[in-house]
């Protein structure tokens, strides 16, 4: 541990704080006199409690004390994603489960002082050193008591806490302005790609459509006259008209690490937004399975066809990157005609996959 400021001391959790297990669940001891609702791994999350689903089991009187954490103690996880923590506000005290630790901190230790600094120590992965385990991880109550705590004086604790806390809620308030912000601009891509698509892009009328005021406010002038349901030169099709080729992917189990010769294989998730997202990609070995008539041509349509409801049907164009590239078979093909751009189908695709047109013919 680096070296501390004025005033503050190095201990641990065990020197600072007493620590207990919950109590172990034992349904064949269930007598129903003495039912008590507990907390389990899945109520706590960091910094607060989802109280949305509390069990009960059998706790007797004698043994109540044991298992109980009151306002103001920390309460820890043992397993699942060890160390999460936070601070029982109560008003009552409640029980909690063998997989939760409680922590009750000594007179000049703040609880929440604490619950932050086992946050801080999970998310650098200090915190891991203490875990066992191979596949599912541990906090035993032993290495828990051994966690290193910087102490600072009370009142520096508490001042500490209110600033990171002030912090959190800016955060927490700017992370709803952005999911805002996603949502409504969702729905003006959408509404742009609607109004695209019928050759009605800028109404009449500014007003019209979501849209129309968005282009009326970057200074687009609508039409003097309405157009028509379709423009003058516009034709209706359906995409086969203008399709010479539409075929699934391969159907083969990929690997994340490219070796010599491997060819990568585009997947559902690599459709991102419209374009090809070839960040993450999966690999093929073509010494094992004839990939010649599945190799991608730059100008490919993919479309997605299956997954949940809104997901279907997002298309995306292959522009040659990640070059020597196959596509897996949740995918399909769309190779067009020269009369056609791909471009434009892309977005026509995209702009029905929007709407309840294409969902009508799914299933």
């Not at 996603?182 to 019928?198: N, P, W």
């Not at 006259?225 to 075929?247: F, I, M, N, Y």
């Not at 994340?256 to 491997?262: E, K, L, S, V």
């Not at 993450?280 to 010494?287: G, L, M, R």
Request: glycine share 8%; net charge positive.
């Amino acid at each position: 541990m680096s070296e501390l400021p004025k005033g503050w001391t190095e201990t641990t959790v065990d020197e600072i704080a007493a620590t207990s297990l919950g109590k172990m669940l034992d349904a064949k001891q269930a007598t129903g006199k003495h039912t008590t609702p507990y907390l389990r791994n899945i109520n706590v999350r960091w910094g607060s409690f989802d109280l949305t689903d509390i069990a009960s089991m059998d706790i007797r009187p004698d043994e109540l004390e044991r298992v109980l954490a009151r306002p103001g103690e920390v309460v820890a996880c043992e397993g699942g994603e060890p160390g999460r923590a936070a601070v029982w506000r109560g008003p009552e005290p409640i029980a909690l489960q063998k997989a939760l630790h409680r922590i009750r901190p000594s007179e000049g230790v703040g609880a929440h002082y604490l619950a932050l600094l086992l946050r801080h120590y999970s998310t650098s992965g200090a915190l891991a050193a203490r875990f066992t385990g191979t596949t599912i991880k541990h906090l035993p109550q032993e290495k828990l008591r051994l966690v290193e705590v910087p102490l600072a004086p009370r009142a520096e604790q508490e001042r500490i806490v209110a600033a990171i806390e002030e912090a959190f809620s800016k955060l927490t308030a700017g992370e709803a302005g952005l999911r805002a912000v996603r949502q409504r601009c969702k729905r003006m891509r959408d509404a742009v790609l609607a109004a695209a698509v019928s050759g009605n892009l800028v109404p009449q009328d500014p007003t019209d459509t979501p849209a129309a005021k968005m282009l009326a406010d970057l200074g687009v002038e609508p039409p003097a006259d309405p157009p028509p349901e379709l423009p003058k030169g516009w034709c209706s099709c359906q995409l086969r008209d203008v399709t010479a080729k539409q075929d699934y992917g391969i159907s083969v189990k990929a690997r994340p690490d490219a070796r010599d010769g491997d060819v990568p294989m585009l997947r559902m998730g690599n459709i991102q937004g419209g374009s090809i997202d070839a960040r993450t990609v999966k690999f093929v070995d073509p010494s094992e399975h004839d990939l010649s008539a599945k190799l991608l041509e730059p100008g490919d349509l993919l479309f997605n066809r299956t997954n949940s409801a809104e997901l279907v049907g997002k298309t995306a164009v292959y522009a040659g990157k990640p070059p020597v590239s196959t596509f897996a078979s949740y995918l399909i093909r769309v190779r067009v005609l020269s009369a056609a751009d791909s471009n434009w189908c892309a977005i026509v695709l995209n702009s029905v996959a929007r709407t309840s047109r294409l969902w009508s013919c799914s299933r």
